[in-house]
């Protein structure tokens, strides 16, 4: 009897290396894969994927398993880039690990794996795909510190028909004690935190060299001159770090945070206190809705959401306002709510897909 051909996305980090000895193990054929997909400034010091290459063909090596290069950058390009610098250009918070989950590495990727044979792929993200009555449902990670379906959560049925995760029932720390029980050297590399394939750079100054800066004034909800930011692309909801105002003599010494954009007059506006009101919303509108299941779950029902990735579901009622925009109210003002990142509808486990935010 022949074989399942596995090809699993390899990026030489512990969790892929150890996706692909786990499939081995289980009696499976696998093929490694490293993709490729920057290469503005491929020589800096930011930008790891020589090293990844590196440790990804030695951890193959060790395993046993074949491991091929393929470079996907005009695609990460033209599919995932330009729509980021978009947004931001707009004004907005893009986030492009979810783009390029559901355009490279399930796209490209999985296109890529189909032409070599395999029967499905796999990759290191800590989530579980279920099939129940011939739909394929998206569940998370039993280690929920982990999980990461709030970032797969634009796949569809195909994909995920296509998908394995299979450390999706395994702790982090299980995974790496098997990284150093079969010698994988990249047992003890630190996990990357940084933007999908564009490494951990400092962002604002990366940001800088596609987009203008474009200096205005940071002024409170009342209209008070507090200082200057440098263009409002290269400033997030919530933050906090980097604004360059202190506390002041008249004020009450707490930390300023961003509270919104005024586009029209180029004004970033700043508030002082972590639970300023203007930093709280009870409900938002998303748009480009995606379900898992291709439709939208009866929504008479309640169901929980998450507006950032390290966030507790957050208990909410959804209303279906068009075919492919929703509204979520929600039982508890959330913090920071913040345009152009995602929202997540969950149903327990059971992530139902979401949209962005508007």
Known sequence: MRKQHIVVGMSGGVDSAVTALLLKQQGYEVTGLFMKNWEDDDDSEYCSSRQDLIDAVSVADTIGVPIEAVNFAKEYKDRVFSYFLREYEAGRTPNPDILCNSEIKFKAFLDHAIRLGADKIATGHYAKVREQDGSYQLLKADDHSKDQSYFLHRLNQLQLSKSMFPLGDIPKSKVREIAHQHNLSNAAKKDSTGICFIG???FREFLNRYLPTKPGDMVTPEG???????GLSFYTYGQRQGLGIGGGKESSGEPWFVAGKDMTNNRLIVVQGHDHPALLDPELDALDMHWI????PDVSRAFAAKTRYRQQDAACRISITSNDSAHF?????????????SVVAYDGDVCLGGGIIK
């Open 293 to 296: 299941s291709g439709h939208a």
């Open 224 to 230: 008070k001159v507090m200082g200057q930011h440098m």
């Open 200 to 202: 951990e750079r400092p």
């Open 329 to 341: 109210t929600f039982d508890e003002a959330q913090w920071a709510v913040t345009p152009g990142q």
